[in-house]
């Protein structure tokens, strides 16, 4: 009785016996935890095996995005590339091997971009700066035209 009094009162049952950690909880048990949290806490249901158990937490932990809710507020794993997200769409940071270009984790840059090595984000290259290619063309296209330009000798065709 006095255990449906601290629930219903959403003060935390962590002093009450229970071998949960019931903070922030408004609904919690024993064997799963919390079901429900206060207002402005994430719900963050961690799986070990076929069992699961609850947790209000005030932010998600890595790897997982805050979704708020009408009837509560839950946290949400990022996608399967993705180490850190703002949704399941657009990943902030990206697990190792993947880049990060517009939100996106991709197994390596597209093309006009370069990886910057320590955040591994693709970044647009500079129009002033050239690969290269590009600079062997432009060398290539000048010899080229100065070999056009070279006066023909009379009777050296």
Do not use: W
């Amino acid at each position: 009785m006095i255990l449906a009094i601290f629930l219903l009162s959403g003060l935390s049952a962590a002093g009450t016996g229970l071998g949960a950690n019931c903070t922030g909880c408004v609904i919690c048990s024993e064997e799963n935890g919390c079901s429900t949290c206060q207002q402005r806490l994430f719900l963050f249901i961690r799986r070990e095996g076929i069992r699961q158990y609850g947790k209000c937490v005030p932010d998600c932990p890595l790897g997982f995005f805050g979704i708020r809710g009408q009837d509560a507020n839950r946290c949400k794993k990022c996608g399967a590339t993705c180490e850190s997200c703002f949704s399941q769409d657009f990943c902030i940071r990206c697990k190792r091997r993947f880049h990060l270009y517009k939100g996106k984790c991709l197994p390596s840059c597209p093309p006009g971009t370069l990886t910057h090595q320590s955040t591994r984000e693709c970044q647009e290259r500079n129009p002033r700066q050239k690969s290269r290619k590009d600079r062997k063309d432009r060398r290539r296209q000048r010899k080229d035209r100065k070999l056009e330009r070279r006066p023909q000798l009379p009777g050296s065709q």
